[in-house]
């Protein structure tokens, strides 16, 4: 199987050859924070997803959802998750 990919979030990823159990774990979590409305969980986790990303692309999407929820819930990380955005010209 190849890498993740943002287009196959949704629980439906196919995970990669050896991937760490953390993988599974941030996957129940993500789903999990979604279930409850946990926006400054799903910006912490999203900013986690990314930071362990293996492709710039991926770790750009998860940014992407971070920085969404971080504006939703008017959290304090939504300045420094513009930056990273912008730093990867994804954002002006």
């Known amino acids: 199987m190849g890498d993740v990919t943002p287009s196959s979030f949704e629980g439906r990823r196919p995970k990669a050859a050896g991937a760490p159990a953390e993988s599974d774990n941030l996957e129940a979590e993500l789903l999990q924070a979604h279930r409850v409305g946990d926006k400054h969980a799903l910006v912490e986790l999203y900013t986690l997803a990314a930071d362990q990303a293996a492709h710039v692309d991926a770790a750009c999407f998860y940014l992407t959802h971070a920085y ?14 513009h930056a990273r955005l912008v730093a990867e010209g994804r954002e002006t």
């Open 68 to 81: 969404i929820f971080a504006l939703d819930a008017d959290d304090p990380r939504k300045t420094a998750l």
